[in-house]
């Protein structure tokens, strides 16, 4: 079964400085990974995914992500943060094969946008 | 149409009450979600329903009752739940896997509050 590790839970950032969120995977199969956003008392927005093909994945807001298979891992990345950016990130995978529809999530990051 | 809608948005009920969860999606996504986020955890999955059959359901208790009318519509049925049932109730809808842009939508969820 596939798991995902969020090391870091809060990570505090000053505005207009460069960021990392990082997210670690387990499967034995192939699979897919997302990162999505969850803005306070909201939903999840999905920011990036990398399905198959080039390895940098751009998404929205500016972020973009690099899958590393053999480092098992889906850093999040951004060069500049704004204030807009302070929400909860969390790194998701689900194993590409034909069924398996299970979407599993991290345990998230806080990011907070220090002024 | 590129939404999952939840109705409602906020939702108190009693112990004994009986009261129901509605999610739409107008994509033509195959698979339906339901998820449960308690605050600042990471949502979990309860339920999977794939072609409008239930496929998985993570040993929920049999106070949650899920229901997929058809293919744009997915219910949970609410009964004699207990306090810790508090939750975000979040619902999502993805295409087949075989699709170049698969990937995962989330409603903005149901605060649900038990007293």
């Known amino acids: 079964a596939q798991s995902v590790t969020q090391l870091d839970s809060q990570v505090p950032v000053f505005e207009e400085a460069p960021v990392e969120l990082r997210c670690n995977y387990s499967?034995?199969?192939?699979?897919?990974l997302f990162w999505y956003v969850q803005y306070p008392n909201q939903g999840l927005q999905l920011l990036l995914k990398?399905?198959?093909?080039?390895?940098l994945v751009k998404g929205i807001n500016g972020f973009e992500a690099e899958f590393n298979k053999s480092q098992t891992s889906f850093h999040l990345r951004k060069p500049s943060v704004h204030i807009s950016d302070t929400a909860e990130y969390f790194c998701?995978?689900?194993?590409?094969?034909?069924?398996?529809?299970?979407?599993?999530f991290g345990t998230g990051t806080r990011l907070t946008i220090i002024p | 149409d590129t939404e999952v809608t939840q109705t409602p948005k906020h939702l108190v009920m009693g112990m004994t009450n009986k009261k129901s969860l509605k999610c739409e999606q107008h994509?033509?996504?195959?698979?339906m979600y339901w998820y449960k986020q308690k605050a600042k955890k990471p949502p979990e999955l309860m339920f999977v329903?794939?072609?409008?059959?239930?496929?998985i359901n993570e040993s929920v208790p049999s106070r949650f009752s899920p229901e997929c009318p058809n293919s744009s519509l997915l219910n949970l049925h609410l009964h004699a739940l207990q306090p810790e049932d508090s939750a975000l109730y979040l619902c999502?809808?993805?295409?087949?896997?075989?699709?170049?842009?698969?990937?995962?939508?989330f409603g903005s969820g149901t605060r649900l509050t038990v007293v």
């Open positions: 994509m033509g996504h195959r698979a």
């Open positions: 998701a995978v689900v194993e590409s094969n034909f069924g398996n529809e299970k979407l599993t």
């Open positions: 499967s034995s199969v192939s699979v897919y």
């Open positions: 329903y794939s072609y409008e059959k239930l496929s």
């Open positions: 999502a809808s993805s295409q087949d896997k075989a699709e170049a842009n698969y990937g995962y939508t």
């Open positions: 990398y399905l198959s093909g080039s390895t």
